[in-house]
């Protein structure tokens, strides 16, 4: 989620979650308020530092997660995080900072500096050099895709930046489009099974096009892309009265996808449209795709007024889902040894994860949810969760079962002057037990 355009939906999902408590039957309100109380709750075991939303350009938002297993150490193992305004944060499995990596300069005084947003993994791609883990990581800043080797034997710098120079942006034609700020902006990576090759899905900010990159080496063992194919998603929808609806925002913004993840096993890749819903379709971009699952504020007519830049939502007419609240984000697997798991899906706007069958024979069905709430007084939970990333394999004496790393959008206690965002550790046995208890 765009965190400086983030009051217009915030705004709008307020208003429709009291409008459809005011459309509800009063029994009908009081069920869903204790049907989101009553999910149950983990605990985090640990944090990071607050990253602070600092307006003169220093550490700030922190966004999206990935977990990267030593598989000769796993107790060593690292997260990998993109801090919006400071580039990547890496962090051992105490959460605490072993490195920071700082995303590219502006080309000049008038456009912008790098700004990473979303981050997911390969791992062994074969490059000039030899096979190598990587970090990759969509640069909204610039267009274009990020690459950094990973390399466990350097506990103090293990990211080492491996980007072809002439990797060109995703969707601009020009530098004067980029700095237009309709670029790269959710990012999901995929090894496809049945010929090794290796891809990067990336969706485009404030329209709702995905595009399937193929990861190329290049000279040196730097990392290149080349465009395969893009899709759009719907961006208008028909409704059961007939009418046509389509999610309120600016004048020109068109619904984006941001949280996204492909499942190895099947080749699916999963897309939080933000304001829609949960879309599946195939990792090629070639099928149809399939919405799983709509917000609770589908279908909630919304007016753009321009002079408090809001959205002013009208009545419900009751075509949403019953289980995501705008905006749907931070999309993630949970993937058992037998090869049964969840997906996992941050609902924005109640501050819940909603799980889903990862079968899509069986259509996808909610499993349940649970909330990350406070383990203390000085550990809070998680709120307004942007990104999340899950890993179910051992990682030491501290992560037997895994590890589910999810960001908080208000990290408390702050310092009272700036917004705080951190990220939260929490024990995915703990999220199993609640899943399945």
């Avoid at 190598?132 to 909204?140: E, F, W």
């Avoid at 329209?207 to 990861?215: C, D, G, I, N, P």
């Avoid at 028909?238 to 190895?264: A, F, I, K, Y």
Wanted: proline share 7%; hydrophobic share 35%; charged share 25%.
């Amino acid at each position: 989620m765009d965190r400086p355009a983030r009051s217009t939906t915030l705004v709008l999902a307020t208003a429709l979650a009291a409008l459809t408590a005011a459309a509800l039957p009063v029994h009908a309100a009081a069920e869903q308020g204790r049907s989101r109380a009553a999910l149950p709750a983990v605990t985090p075991v640990a944090e990071t530092p607050a990253l602070h939303d600092d307006e003169a350009g220093g550490d700030a938002d922190a966004d999206d997660p990935a977990i990267w297993r030593n598989a000769a150490d796993p107790a060593r193992s690292l997260v990998i995080a993109t801090a919006k305004q400071g580039g990547l944060r890496i962090y051992d499995l105490h959460a605490r900072e072993v490195q920071s990596v700082p995303a590219p300069a502006a080309p000049g005084p008038d456009h912008a500096p790098g700004r990473f947003n979303n981050v997911d993994l390969v791992h062994g791609l074969r490059l000039t050099t030899g096979r190598a883990d990587l970090a990759v990581t969509s640069d909204r800043g610039s267009d274009r895709l990020r690459f950094h080797r990973i390399d466990g034997n350097r506990p103090g710098a293990p990211l080492t930046d491996v980007t072809d120079p002439a990797a060109p942006p995703v969707f601009s034609s020009s530098q004067e489009e980029i700095d237009e700020q309709r670029t790269a902006y959710g990012l999901a990576t995929w090894t496809d099974k049945s010929t090794g090759r290796s891809y990067a899905l990336v969706s485009r900010r404030e329209r709702s096009t995905l595009a399937l990159l193929e990861l190329t080496p290049a000279a040196g063992g730097k990392v290149g892309y080349r465009k395969i194919r893009t899709l759009d998603l719907p961006t208008d929808f028909r409704l059961p009265n007939g009418t046509s609806w389509s999610p309120c925002g600016e004048p020109g913004e068109l619904p984006q996808v941001e949280g996204m993840v492909v499942d190895p096993a099947n080749g699916t890749l999963y897309a939080g449209q933000e304001d829609v819903g949960v879309w599946r379709v195939r990792a090629d971009l070639t099928g149809t795709p399939k919405l799983i699952d709509k917000v609770r504020e589908y279908g909630v007519p919304g007016t753009y007024d321009e002079e408090t830049e809001e959205c002013v939502a009208g009545a419900d007419p009751g075509f949403g889902g019953t289980r995501v609240t705008a905006d749907v984000e931070g999309l993630t697997l949970l993937t058992e040894q037998d090869g049964d798991g969840y997906l996992l899906a941050s609902s924005q706007g109640d501050n819940t994860f909603v799980a889903y069958d990862r079968e899509v024979s069986d259509a996808n069905e909610y499993e349940g949810g649970f909330r990350v709430a406070a383990a203390s007084a000085t550990l809070d939970g998680s709120e307004e969760c942007d990104g999340a990333a899950a890993l179910a394999a051992p990682l030491g004496p501290d992560f037997p079962d895994g590890l589910l790393v999810v960001q908080d959008g208000h990290d408390a206690p702050g310092d009272g002057e700036r917004p705080s965002t951190n990220f939260k550790f929490v024990d995915l046995g703990d999220v199993k037990d609640a899943l399945e208890g």
